[in-house]
């Protein structure tokens, strides 16, 4: 059945929401969904490795990408709630060429003997004009779901497995990105990883710019009904906001910590081997929240999962090699990726009408401030204390994480709600 604003979606009763769902967006908007995200999460650590090849200075490197990522902070919820008013294709196509473009421009200037300021400000400007696929996309299936005719239960459930499935994709491309970068910096040139950036920003956010669900990204596709851009300011989707800034402290922190735990143990090189233990485990783990049972309501997962975290975190203080090190991650990653599938699934379910993208890339600019911040602080702590003072730093981080879920139990009580399970 084409896709339509108004065309509701009743499930053939042979059929599980999750199939419904599939057939719905169509099984190739996953495959495009996935590769369009990648761009960004090579842009990041490609900027990096660029810069310090062409400028011999790693602190160059350091600042270039921290304006990337502050580029990012400032605009996404903006472009949001652009897609949010206009539409999500416009929005995506322009930011799909002034990023290509921009990226480009970004290789000859860093390579072209300019003033360091003006490749910071470049590196700022290619973070500011990232399409914000991850939270497009999930406002894209939010609005699909909503559309299909569900009991309310199964509404809640379906949307929870969603942002499992979402969380675990951003995981995964976070992961295999920066090994996508040094594959392609090895094989080709340093400044190879940026230009493939460009190449798949046109190719493949295009193509998510041009499928169907694009036009059906939420359910309040008229101006009478979207609800006023104050509403994204409610308690539920702040308190979200926080858990999601929280957890982007959790993930700098613990790399940074980590970086500098296995440099002072002689085993550098494993750095991002055991990072990436924690990351497949967290998007292992957050493909299976939809299969959780409906009385673990989303805030005592939130909790619950929280704790798992923290233990983690609290092993990897006493680790001693790379070993104690991979398991104590482990742990931890079996905990971090539900905690950010059942937040993002709160919000989707607290978002207003019409609203979606906005709060979603607002939870997704909350990450990456988080991680941005905890990166800079631990990096200085950890250069002047230590690895071993360092890594209490996660610990303070999954402790702030907990602080808003025990938040969230008391703001959720005040949530006008359909689902029970998810105030």
């Known amino acids: ?106 290789v000859a200037v860093a390579y072209g003997g300019t003033a360091d300021g003006v490749l910071l400000a ?66 080709a040139t340093p400044a190879a990883p940026v230009l493939a950036a460009a190449g798949l920003t046109l190719v493949f956010v295009t193509a998510f710019a041009l499928h169907p669900t694009a036009r059906t990204a939420g359910l309040a596709g008229h101006v009478a009904e979207r609800e006023p851009a104050r509403a994204v300011a409610r308690p539920g989707i702040l308190v979200a906001a926080a858990g999601t800034f929280a957890t982007g402290l959790f993930f700098g922190a613990m ?78 990653g079996c905990g971090i990726g539900p905690t950010l599938a059942t937040i993002y699934a709160l919000a989707a379910a607290r978002s207003p009408r019409g609203r979606e993208a906005t709060v979603m890339a607002v939870l997704g600019s909350a990450v990456v401030v988080g991680q941005a911040l905890a990166s800079m602080v631990v990096g200085a702590l950890a250069e002047s204390a230590g690895a071993a003072v360092a890594l209490w730093a996660p610990v303070a981080a999954v402790v702030l994480l907990l602080t808003f879920g025990l938040l969230n139990v008391r703001v959720g009580r005040r949530v006008p709600r359909e689902d029970t399970s998810a105030p």
């Open 122 to 187: 470049v590196s700022a400007l290619a973070g500011a004009t990232a399409p914000q696929v991850s939270p497009m996309s999930r406002a894209r299936l939010v609005g699909a779901i909503d559309r299909m005719r569900l009991e309310a239960g199964a509404r809640g459930r379906l949307q929870e497995s969603t942002m499992g499935y979402e969380s675990a994709v951003d995981e995964t491309v976070f992961v295999f990105g920066p090994v996508l970068v040094g594959v392609i910096a090895i094989a």
């Open 255 to 332: 790399l940074t910590s980590l970086t500098a735990f296995a440099e002072e143990s002689g085993f550098p090189e494993q750095t991002g081997i055991l990072y990436g233990i924690m990351g497949i485990g967290s998007a292992l783990l957050a493909l299976g929240v939809g299969l959780l049972p409906r009385r673990f309501a989303l805030p005592w997962r939130w909790i619950g999962f929280t704790t798992v975290v923290l233990a983690g975190a609290i092993l990897a203080v006493g680790a001693t090699g790379a070993v104690s090190m991979g398991w104590a991650l482990a742990l931890a």
């Open 1 to 106: 059945m084409p896709l339509t604003d108004s065309t509701p979606v009743r499930p053939a009763t042979s059929d599980s929401p999750i199939r419904t769902l599939a057939a719905t967006v169509g099984i190739g908007y996953f495959a495009i969904a996935l590769i369009a995200r990648l761009p960004y999460a090579m842009i990041v650590v490609g900027v990096l490795t660029m810069v310090v090849d062409a400028r011999g200075s790693l602190a160059v490197g350091g600042l270039t990408s921290a304006m990337v990522g502050l580029g990012t902070i400032a605009t996404g919820p903006l472009i949001g709630a652009a897609a949010d008013r206009y539409g999500q294709r416009p929005v995506l196509l322009l930011a799909t060429l002034v990023q290509s473009a921009v990226l480009i421009s970004l």
